[in-house]
């Protein structure tokens, strides 16, 4: 192969000396790469944004609360509602060695909290220490409660992050300070910051944490609770405990063991693997579209090359009869096509890098939301590599053809 | 002797086999001025073609400059193509999106000359044929004569020890054939390059220093011409 600037400059002049043809050609390419990567980045983005919701909840973890039975089971009716109840916290963790955590939480929805004279509406959440294990607070000041809390039913609360920045709208450290939510003074031990979207019982943002002895007594509970969440030790799937925690919970509250809806459990492993086979999904057919168009492109330039050997024949056949070897015709036809991709395959990183950071910016300009859709440097990299793989491959055909012509076609073609 | 062709035997099979050359003997010296006289079908284009490389033959012996040239790859054709021989073509075959300078400049970049080089020395060339004016025009800007011109170049930039030409004249008026021929001539003389027109006209033959006349793949009377008496037409100018 001989390389110096008219090898370049011979490229470029019959790329351009067929204007049109090479731009509609490129356009296969430009557009293929172009969907390829705004589509990684999309789905990207899409991911983060997605998996943000789910955000420091328990991945290998149930939530189960009672509903009305839809069976009737040994005299009783149909139609019956149950609760359940602090026996069962221990009636579960007894039966079911492979729970790691069992938890209840009772709820009062629609409590007016006020600091000063801020106030806003919050949910109270009663929980135990262990409830952190289910949903991670994600702690800015102070702590989350601890078990001292629950033994002395101390009248303090875990504030989310809502809360906070409306009862103390000038910021700082709110510990140590009384707010009053309901009817009662609770003194602020934490601030909770988490940003999951994710929550039992209502966003953690607009939640007072309660210590749980202390709420059963104030909001008369009495031994029901609203709901248990349990999650698993590690490398036990939720999934295969749910029928044992469903069998337990119906002997003991006298529903039909096989009465599905009497009890409704949301698996979050269930969930997560599910959104993980949804985003497989979602990565396989952004690959399948994206290499599809890619290809289609390049089967274009392949295509459109051809057409270019047999038009120029006769200049490649006098190529050969003045000294040109079938090597130095092959880099010629290969470099083109080369030439081609790689110009037009530049052109779609490029717009596909600015369309992406234009969908950036806009994602992140909305309320509450923030993903990267960029795709990293070395994506980029790695897809001009790939557009030289395929040019090669593009010119391969063509250029073999060029290099079956004998110099004689020159002369006999006239 | 520079050309030896020893019983040189041609077949083309397509369908039918068609045997054009039956046993060519022929020996060109180092500065002669020949010509390849014959109907069309008579196996001249073939004889030029194995004399260029650009085809092979089935049994014989050639030998160029005693190197025998049998069995090449297309490699080692295309280094003797570009370093032993010159082509001009019936049809000039300049590359039409190529300058006349850039034409010239060809041959020598596959010998891998450098650019300002091939430049400088293809510009001596195209100013030798009187054509320097016209080095920055395209193929299509210039006249029949001109463009032969360019060709003529492009065959004598690399010193070729032997110019192939096909019908040189085949594509211009009796005019510029005369010039043409006058120039091969001169070229002949001058720089004592061999040189090898391919032609059914008497004429263009009659300004060569030897006739060989081939007729159904055999080599028929060699003439000797360098009073250039052969053709009563040819005596004064082409006919055409």
């Keep these: 192969m001989r390389f110096d600037l008219d090898s370049y400059r011979e490229i470029a002049d019959s790329l351009v000396r067929n204007k049109s043809r090479s731009l509609l050609t490129g356009f296969g390419v430009f557009w293929g790469i172009f969907m390829l990567l705004f589509l990684i980045g999309g789905g990207q983005g899409l991911k983060q944004l997605v998996t943000r919701e789910f955000d420091g909840f328990a991945t290998n973890a149930a939530i189960m609360f009672p509903s009305q039975t839809t069976k009737p089971w040994q005299g009783y009716k149909q139609g019956r509602y149950w609760n359940l109840n602090y026996t069962d916290i221990d009636r579960l963790k007894q039966m079911v060695p492979d729970l790691e955590t069992v938890t209840p939480v009772v709820s009062s929805w629609g409590q007016t909290a006020v600091y000063g004279t801020n106030s806003i509406t919050s949910n109270v959440k009663c929980v135990f220490a262990d409830y952190a294990k289910i ?58 910051f988490s940003s999951g979207n994710m929550s039992v019982q209502g966003s953690a943002d607009e939640a007072v944490v309660i210590p749980l002895s202390l709420g059963r007594k104030i909001y008369h509970r009495g031994n029901n609770i609203d709901l248990l969440c349990v999650t698993g030790r590690s ?3 939720m999934s295969s405990l749910e029928n044992r925690m469903q069998q337990i919970l119906a002997r003991s509250h006298n529903f039909d063991p096989t009465d599905k809806q009497a009890v409704f459990i949301i698996n979050t492993e269930q969930m997560f693997s599910l959104m993980d086979n949804l985003f497989t999904g979602l990565n396989f057919l952004i690959w399948l579209v994206g290499l599809g168009t890619i290809l289609a492109g390049i089967i274009g330039v392949s295509n459109i090359m051809m057409v270019t050997v047999r038009e120029r024949t006769i200049e490649i056949g006098i190529r050969r009869a003045i000294g040109a070897t079938p090597r130095d015709i092959l880099s010629q036809i290969i470099l083109e096509s080369i030439a081609l991709t790689l110009a037009a395959g530049s052109l779609g990183i490029i717009f596909a890098v600015q369309m992406l950071r234009l969908t950036q910016t ?31 491959i593009a010119g391969l055909a063509p250029a073999s053809r060029a290099m079956n012509i004998k110099p004689v076609d020159a002369m006999r073609d006239e | 002797m520079l050309i030896e062709l020893k019983d040189i035997n041609k077949t083309y099979n397509n369908g039918q086999p068609l045997h054009v050359l039956k046993g060519i003997n022929l020996n060109i010296d180092s500065g002669e001025f020949v010509s390849i006289m014959g109907a069309s079908g008579s196996g001249k284009s073939t004889l030029l073609n194995i004399l260029g490389i650009l085809d092979n033959y089935d049994t014989g012996e050639y030998y160029i400059d005693g190197r025998l040239i049998k069995g090449l790859t297309e490699k080692q054709a295309a280094a003797y193509r570009n370093s032993m021989i010159g082509f001009i073509f019936q049809s000039f075959n300049l590359i039409g999106f190529k300058t006349a300078v850039e034409n010239v400049e060809l041959p020598l970049f596959y010998q891998g000359v450098n650019r300002h080089k091939r430049h400088e020395l293809a510009m001596q060339y195209l100013d030798r044929l009187g054509l320097a004016d016209w080095a920055r025009h395209y193929p ?63 004429g263009v033959a009659n300004c060569t220093d030897k006739i060989v006349h081939i007729k159904d793949g055999v080599i028929g009377k060699i003439e000797d011409n360098r009073q250039h008496r052969s053709s009563i037409f040819g005596t004064d100018t082409i006919m055409k």
């Design chain 1, 135 to 192: 949903e991670e607070p994600s702690i800015r000041y102070g702590r989350y409660l601890n078990d001292a809390d629950i033994a002395q039913e101390r009248k303090v609360c875990v504030i989310g992050r809502r809360i906070y920045e409306s009862l103390f709208p000038a910021g700082g450290d709110p510990c140590g300070s009384y707010i009053k939510v309901g009817a009662v003074y609770y003194q602020v031990v934490g601030v909770d």
């Design chain 1, 235 to 237: 490398g036990i799937r």
């Design chain 1, 362 to 392: 806009i994602v992140n300009n909305l309320p509450d939301m923030s993903a990267t859709f960029q795709i990293s440097f070395w994506t980029a990299v790695a897809a001009a590599a790939l557009l030289t793989v395929l040019g090669v």
């Design chain 2, 140 to 202: 299509n800007e210039m006249s029949g004569g001109q463009k032969q011109r360019v060709a003529i170049a492009r065959a004598l930039i690399t010193s070729p020890k032997i110019i192939l030409a096909d019908e040189p004249t085949g594509a211009l008026d009796s005019k510029t054939s005369e010039e043409v021929m006058q120039l091969l001539g001169q070229l002949n003389r001058e720089d004592n390059v061999t040189i090898i027109v391919v032609t059914h006209e008497s």
